[in-house]
């Protein structure tokens, strides 16, 4: 069971590749202009279960998750 609450937690965050070099450009305005939480750049989240090492997975701007298990 995973707790997907929106607060810090051991999720890994992801953004695609090519949204990359948008992303540290927001981080850098925000830092420069000290309003902290106004990036307007989205993230996906990838959950591993700690058990079987399932993987959920929603992308960027997605609600829905994915689930993969792993191959044996």
Excluded at 41 to 66: L, Q
Aim: hydrophobic fraction near 35%.
């Amino acid at each position: 069971m995973h707790d997907l609450n929106p607060q810090p937690d051991g999720a890994w965050l992801t953004v695609p590749d090519r949204d990359y070099e948008e992303l540290e450009s927001e981080i850098l305005r925000v830092h420069r202009d000290s309003r902290a939480g106004e990036m307007q750049v989205e993230f996906g989240r990838i959950y591993e279960c700690p058990d079987c090492g399932r993987v959920m997975w929603a992308r960027p701007g997605d609600s829905t998750y994915v689930v993969f298990a792993r191959e044996l």
